[in-house]
């Protein structure tokens, strides 16, 4: 809800922030301490804005057993470049740093006119967003007016052109009278503000040891969100990644926010221990929610044990590497060992011309350069030239995404190219995608194929690809459409998700050797006919399917299964003072959450001053699969002399003359003033705040 005295406030907050900002140097402050030799640093609470330095925000290197807790601070990065690097530490915590970009990395406006064959679209931008001349042709993406959601699959401009201040004409690369964009949609495309040059990601990880990274939201991004590379054993715990609602953006915008990022929320690259992401968000981002991969090299001749190589980039094949072997025909080898690398020079002319017939990046495809190599195995093998080598030690195996909420995004939901990993109790929405997609990728040579991987217990809705796909294709596979043989993937269970609103085949899974899918229920499957498969396995061998069924709409059993993680250290299943309210063909419940209790001096301490942390609001198509919505009234991002600003109660929705109404009781338990007859603890006011919409944003009106 829009902060009580917001107007009256705001301008003495951009004063007070504009002179925080002159006397407060953030990367100066962190970096002095570390030098001091402190171990714990702790940022004062403050929104700051900060100037890059050799293309990064703030930069942390080379450090050991440090805790850096930043709750309550936010970075204002300056330049569309870098906000943060974490690079060669070892057990180091970073918690609760928010990181928000202005200018921003895109602009966003409205389509004012089509040609004919929409090839061309003329746009206008939004006030409060970047201008045209920094428009840069990156992640164009057109979303519906009404729904604020994606309206139509990917657009590659040909070219962008500035017609003035305010307006772009878009030239796309194909068009068609038929296509569903139309005018009065909005657009989102990538902008660039980097005076002093810019490098991707906002947050980069660079061979890092147990690093974690705690309670990070990031509102924006020039490409990734989190990428990590070279690390061992990272953890993401309740990171977020969304779109900044209008009610919390410092910069005064004509419309709110449609984009978070411009590409992957979270992704690793070569990791020995795969990263643990443990109750985290994605949403509105341009591109896949999760990728978790490695590297695949070509071999290019084979004589007995000794391989011709090609490396991706680096070769990152190191002597007493475990291989993982893939053919060029789809089938996957045993796995062997690397006894010896060798550098041998460049990719030769006939090297690059196979390469340029396969089916791959474009990037790859025509402009790789590769360095070659000699790779001796322990034992003899036959591969055929374009088949696949990776380091089976460098892939992230042992991965963990457990309890996230995804969605909303034009790709993938979790993708995963790797073995020994769970991918357990996530919510996903909306992907474009598969939401959850286990398979190696040839396209952008990113290994591997899969062992022992569990996919249980998610809740998938509206999907607009095969909910759930696990899948393998070599080389020659891409070109013939075919599927790999069994054993591209073992031991695969696919157990428990409830797949809702979804094409099918719900489940579709090929190339699996030993594999179980059972106890998964589909709900209103879409185009479902007698002759359609819920399941559908292809080249798959040793396979169990057991009790999987069918919906055509929820039933229910009391109590209905329901938990939340938004604002706890823990997911949690306790409700109390439900309120929940149709709109349209949507139920939205509020709640009050967890903690329940008053005041106390001994939790004060704690996150929220040890209280409930808002109002969060949750919606259901069916009343069983629920999704966090948004936050209608979060503490954490109330001033201190709020008056609603602890223990938010029973809270209620109503809706009178097309307005929406948000009523409830909270309390203060910072500022005695705000507390009846000087107690503490007591939630001894009601507020009501009213809203053009059901999930907001509410106006503070009583």
Same mark, same amino acid.
């Given at each position: 809800?829009?902060?009580?005295?917001?107007?009256?406030?705001?301008?003495?907050?951009?004063?007070?922030?504009?002179?925080?900002?002159?006397?407060?140097?953030?990367?100066?402050?962190?970096?002095?301490?570390?030098?001091?030799?402190?171990?714990?640093?702790?940022?004062?609470?403050?929104?700051?804005?900060?100037?890059?330095?050799?293309?990064?925000?703030?930069?942390?290197?080379?450090?050991?057993?440090?805790?850096?807790?930043?709750?309550?601070?936010?970075?204002?990065?300056?330049?569309?470049?870098?906000?943060?690097?974490?690079?060669?530490?070892?057990?180091?915590?970073?918690?609760?740093?928010?990181?928000?970009?202005?200018?921003?990395?895109?602009?966003?406006?409205?389509?004012?006119?089509?040609?004919?064959?929409?090839?061309?679209?003329?746009?206008?931008?939004?006030?409060?967003?970047?201008?045209?001349?920094?428009?840069?042709?990156?992640?164009?993406?057109?979303?519906?007016?009404?729904?604020?959601?994606?309206?139509?699959?990917?657009?590659?401009?040909?070219?962008?052109?500035?017609?003035?201040?305010?307006?772009?004409?878009?030239?796309?690369?194909?068009?068609?009278?038929?296509?569903?964009?139309?005018?009065?949609?909005?657009?989102?495309?990538?902008?660039?503000?980097?005076?002093?040059?810019?490098?991707?990601?906002?947050?980069?990880?660079?061979?890092?040891?147990?690093?974690?990274?705690?309670?990070?939201?990031?509102?924006?991004?020039?490409?990734?969100?989190?990428?990590?590379?070279?690390?061992?054993?990272?953890?993401?715990?309740?990171?977020?990644?969304?779109?900044?609602?209008?009610?919390?953006?410092?910069?005064?915008?004509?419309?709110?926010?449609?984009?978070?990022?411009?590409?992957?929320?979270?992704?690793?690259?070569?990791?020995?221990?795969?990263?643990?992401?443990?109750?985290?968000?994605?949403?509105?981002?341009?591109?896949?929610?999760?990728?978790?991969?490695?590297?695949?090299?070509?071999?290019?001749?084979?004589?007995?044990?000794?391989?011709?190589?090609?490396?991706?980039?680096?070769?990152?094949?190191?002597?007493?590497?475990?291989?993982?072997?893939?053919?060029?025909?789809?089938?996957?080898?045993?796995?062997?060992?690397?006894?010896?690398?060798?550098?041998?020079?460049?990719?030769?002319?006939?090297?690059?011309?196979?390469?340029?017939?396969?089916?791959?990046?474009?990037?790859?495809?025509?402009?790789?350069?590769?360095?070659?190599?000699?790779?001796?195995?322990?034992?003899?093998?036959?591969?055929?030239?374009?088949?696949?080598?990776?380091?089976?030690?460098?892939?992230?195996?042992?991965?963990?995404?457990?309890?996230?909420?995804?969605?909303?995004?034009?790709?993938?939901?979790?993708?995963?190219?790797?073995?020994?990993?769970?991918?357990?109790?996530?919510?996903?929405?909306?992907?474009?995608?598969?939401?959850?997609?286990?398979?190696?990728?040839?396209?952008?040579?990113?290994?591997?194929?899969?062992?022992?991987?569990?996919?249980?217990?998610?809740?998938?809705?509206?999907?607009?690809?095969?909910?759930?796909?696990?899948?393998?294709?070599?080389?020659?596979?891409?070109?013939?459409?075919?599927?790999?043989?069994?054993?591209?993937?073992?031991?695969?269970?696919?157990?428990?998700?409830?797949?809702?609103?979804?094409?099918?085949?719900?489940?579709?899974?090929?190339?699996?050797?030993?594999?179980?899918?059972?106890?998964?229920?589909?709900?209103?499957?879409?185009?479902?006919?007698?002759?359609?498969?819920?399941?559908?396995?292809?080249?798959?061998?040793?396979?169990?399917?057991?009790?999987?069924?069918?919906?055509?709409?929820?039933?229910?059993?009391?109590?209905?299964?329901?938990?939340?993680?938004?604002?706890?250290?823990?997911?949690?299943?306790?409700?109390?003072? +439900?309120? #929940?309210?149709?709109? /349209?063909?949507?139920? &939205? %419940?509020? $709640? =009050?959450?967890?903690?329940?209790?008053?005041?106390?001096?001994?939790?004060?301490?704690?996150?929220?001053?040890?209280?409930?942390?808002?109002?969060?609001?949750?919606?259901?198509?069916?009343?069983?699969?629920?999704?966090?919505?948004?936050?209608?009234?979060?503490?954490?991002?109330?001033?201190?002399?709020?008056?609603?600003?602890?223990?938010?109660?029973? +809270?209620? #929705?109503?809706?009178? /003359?097309?307005?929406? &109404? %948000?009523? $409830? =009781?909270?309390?203060?338990?910072?500022?005695?003033?705000?507390?009846?007859?000087?107690?503490?603890?007591?939630?001894?006011?009601?507020?009501?705040?009213?809203?053009?919409?059901?999930?907001?944003?509410?106006?503070?009106?009583?």
């Amino acid at each position: 809800m829009v902060p009580y005295q917001m107007a009256i406030l705001l301008f003495a907050v951009v004063v007070a922030e504009s002179t925080a900002e002159e006397i407060f140097d953030l990367p100066g402050f962190i970096h002095g301490k570390l030098k001091a030799g402190e171990k714990r640093v702790v940022v004062p609470p403050g929104r700051y804005r900060v100037t890059p330095k050799d293309r990064q925000h703030l930069s942390l290197r080379n450090l050991q057993d440090v805790e850096i807790v930043a709750d309550g601070v936010e970075m204002v990065c300056t330049e569309t470049t870098r906000a943060l690097t974490v690079a060669h530490c070892r057990n180091v915590t970073v918690r609760g740093l928010v990181i928000d970009y202005d200018p921003l990395p895109f602009t966003q406006g409205r389509i004012v006119k089509l040609s004919d064959d929409k090839k061309i679209h003329e746009i206008e931008l939004f006030d409060g967003y970047p201008p045209a001349e920094m428009a840069r042709n990156f992640k164009y993406e057109i979303f519906s007016a009404e729904t604020r959601t994606l309206a139509t699959d990917d657009h590659y401009p040909q070219k962008v052109e500035v017609i003035d201040r305010r307006h772009l004409r878009v030239v796309n690369d194909r068009g068609s009278a038929k296509d569903p964009e139309k005018v009065g949609d909005l657009i989102v495309i990538g902008a660039e503000h980097a005076p002093g040059g810019s490098i991707p990601h906002a947050i980069e990880c660079a061979g890092n040891a147990n690093v974690r990274l705690e309670n990070i939201t990031l509102y924006a991004s020039n490409c990734f969100g989190f990428l990590e590379y070279d690390c061992d054993g990272s953890t993401y715990l309740r990171c977020r990644i969304d779109r900044r609602s209008p009610g919390d953006d410092p910069v005064r915008r004509a419309e709110p926010r449609l984009r978070s990022l411009n590409a992957d929320a979270y992704h690793s690259k070569h990791a020995i221990q795969g990263p643990a992401y443990i109750e985290c968000v994605a949403k509105y981002m341009g591109d896949d929610a999760v990728n978790i991969c490695g590297d695949y090299h070509m071999a290019m001749e084979c004589k007995g044990a000794e391989l011709r190589v090609l490396a991706k980039h680096k070769m990152n094949i190191a002597v007493g590497d475990p291989v993982e072997l893939f053919a060029y025909d789809g089938r996957r080898l045993p796995d062997a060992k690397a006894v010896k690398v060798e550098r041998v020079g460049k990719a030769t002319d006939a090297e690059k011309a196979f390469i340029r017939q396969q089916r791959m990046d474009e990037g790859l495809r025509t402009r790789w350069n590769a360095d070659a190599f000699t790779v001796t195995l322990d034992c003899e093998v036959v591969l055929p030239t374009g088949s696949l080598i990776a380091s089976a030690r460098r892939m992230g195996n042992g991965f963990r995404v457990q309890g996230c909420d995804f969605g909303f995004n034009r790709s993938r939901g979790i993708l995963i190219k790797a073995s020994d990993g769970k991918v357990i109790g996530n919510k996903l929405t909306g992907n474009w995608g598969p939401a959850i997609l286990v398979s190696p990728e040839y396209w952008w040579l990113e290994s591997g194929s899969s062992n022992n991987v569990e996919i249980r217990d998610n809740m998938i809705a509206e999907c607009r690809a095969r909910p759930i796909f696990v899948h393998a294709q070599g080389g020659a596979n891409l070109l013939t459409g075919k599927a790999a043989p069994s054993g591209a993937h073992n031991h695969i269970v696919v157990s428990g998700n409830t797949i809702a609103d979804s094409p099918t085949p719900n489940i579709e899974v090929t190339s699996t050797e030993n594999l179980k899918i059972e106890n998964n229920t589909f709900v209103s499957p879409k185009d479902a006919q007698p002759d359609r498969e819920m399941v559908r396995t292809v080249n798959c061998t040793q396979v169990t399917q057991t009790n999987n069924v069918v919906e055509s709409s929820m039933s229910y059993s009391n109590p209905l299964p329901f938990q939340y993680a938004e604002g706890q250290t823990e997911p949690r299943r306790e409700v109390r003072d +439900p309120c #929940i309210v149709r709109e /349209g063909e949507t139920y &939205y %419940l509020v $709640f =009050t959450m967890w903690p329940f209790r008053g005041r106390d001096e001994k939790h004060l301490g704690d996150p929220d001053n040890g209280s409930s942390p808002g109002i969060a609001m949750y919606s259901s198509k069916d009343l069983k699969a629920w999704r966090f919505e948004n936050w209608l009234v979060k503490s954490s991002e109330l001033p201190e002399d709020c008056p609603y600003k602890n223990r938010f109660w029973a +809270p209620e #929705i109503h809706k009178l /003359g097309g307005k929406f &109404y %948000l009523i $409830f =009781t909270a309390d203060n338990w910072l500022k005695k003033e705000f507390n009846p007859a000087g107690t503490w603890g007591t939630a001894g006011y009601a507020f009501v705040g009213v809203a053009d919409k059901v999930t907001g944003p509410y106006q503070h009106i009583t």
